[in-house]
């Protein structure tokens, strides 16, 4: 059974720095996208950061310059970086990834979520 469990989230105070991780595990093919999104209370599930198999990034425009998304393909993982954090910035933050099982099924996964909270 595949699974994405994040760590990593806390309370932290304005202009402070967290590190979340993700980590997939299971019977895994192929791992291509994986990202992180956010939801903040009352509000919808939003896309922070995604990166593809190769490289390639996509941030939010309001996290862009702040948070930093890499991955690590042989430990099936994927890390946000984030820095001078701000209040708007708490959420409910959950990894996400585009892949295909051992069984040959391709879907979304989703981590259960952390929470981050920027509060002073």
């Known amino acids: 059974q595949v699974q994405l469990v994040e760590s990593g989230g806390g309370l932290v105070q304005p202009g402070g720095s967290l590190r979340l991780s993700c980590a997939a595990s299971g019977i895994i093919f192929s791992i291509y996208t994986m990202g992180w999104y956010r939801q903040a209370p009352g509000k919808q599930r939003e896309l922070v950061a995604a990166i593809t198999s190769s490289g390639r990034t996509n941030y939010a425009e309001s996290v862009k310059g702040r948070f930093t998304i890499s991955r690590d393909n042989v430990k099936k993982m994927v890390y946000l970086q984030m820095n001078s954090l701000k209040p708007e910035d708490t959420a409910v933050y959950y990894c996400?990834?585009?892949?295909?099982?051992?069984?040959?099924?391709?879907?979304?996964?989703w981590g259960q979520g952390t929470q981050v909270t920027v509060s002073s």
């Open positions: 996400n990834a585009d892949l295909t099982t051992g069984g040959g099924f391709r879907g979304d996964y």
